[in-house]
């Protein structure tokens, strides 16, 4: 059992408090999700009737009971929200985007440190099969020295959805925002920071409201990282193509949690996050040429290093100074793409 139980409230209970955070909350015996922020419907108590409601940020934020919050609501309340969770005192674990500018991410990170408080990023993507496989291969040296690196994540959505505040012309929106932040800080993790970023952001759907396809390209001294994501691409399979001094490893698909988790499975039921083979990668070198069966994915030591951190003082896993540098990569895309520039890091 954990030595303490951390009170946790979730502002928001879409996609993200629903599919992603609960599940992994209501299964970690750390935790225990107390109150949810819903201004109007009762969905939260649908997943467990013993979740209580509030119906304004300030009634959850007022409760002194609550350890811990997750923000989980449209982009542009991301930095108010976690700025008045802060200041009454409440550890904070903020959905992507972090917040809208690095100058933002700066103010909540000394807040944080002023107050002593746990504050991190939800990049869940860290602990995607993929993206472990992909670790595994390069600490292995399977590939060799990486000379170029290239992930991609797209979708096909020609028809505008009306609906979705994430298809609206609305401050902090945006495909960049939204699966940017991903692909970003996995590039990131791998290589450290970049010399130059140079990007083109733009719309290429019929009535698209929103920049919905994006180029990252972040210059290194020795390889160039691409990152790239569209909702125009029809075949969007691919995800990762690495090349290397010694070899290159071509994979496709998604990780298979967000999928299994939206079939209402709790990642307690055992094999957790496992691929099918039709998406493991393959390995193209002299040594093999052949697949490479993918890691298991699994989200939940995200939520197990937020409590040890809280409770025991560990290391965070997302550190503060590398949620900086992905807003400044994001800073820098949006300046390139507007002034036809690289910039410098």
Known sequence: ????????????FGLSGRYFHSPFLSTNPGFKIKT???????EAQEFDPNIGNARSVEELLSDESI???FICTPNDTHFPYAMDALENGKHVVIEKPFAATEEE?????????EKGLILTAYQNRRWDSDFLTIKKLIAEDRLGDIVE???????FRPVVPTESWKEKSVPVGGNLYNLGPHLIDQ????????LTVTAEIRSVRPNSEIDDYFDVRLGYADKLVIVKSSLMVYENFLRYNLHGTKGSFIKGGLDPQEETLRKNVLPTQKPWGVEPENRWGKLFSEDFTGVIESEAGDYAPFYQNVYDAIVDGAELAVKPEEILRTTRVIDLAFQSSRERQVMTY
Do not use: H, T, W
């Open 1 to 12: 059992m954990a030595s303490r139980i951390l009170n946790v409230g979730l502002i928001g």
């Open 36 to 42: 949810v922020v819903e201004r109007s419907k009762n």
């Open 67 to 69: 350890d811990l919050v």
């Open 105 to 113: 991410a700066r103010q909540l990170v000394a807040v944080a440190k």
């Open 149 to 155: 690196y290239e992930c991609r994540y797209d979708r």
């Open 187 to 194: 590039a990131l993790v791998l290589f450290g920071e970049p």
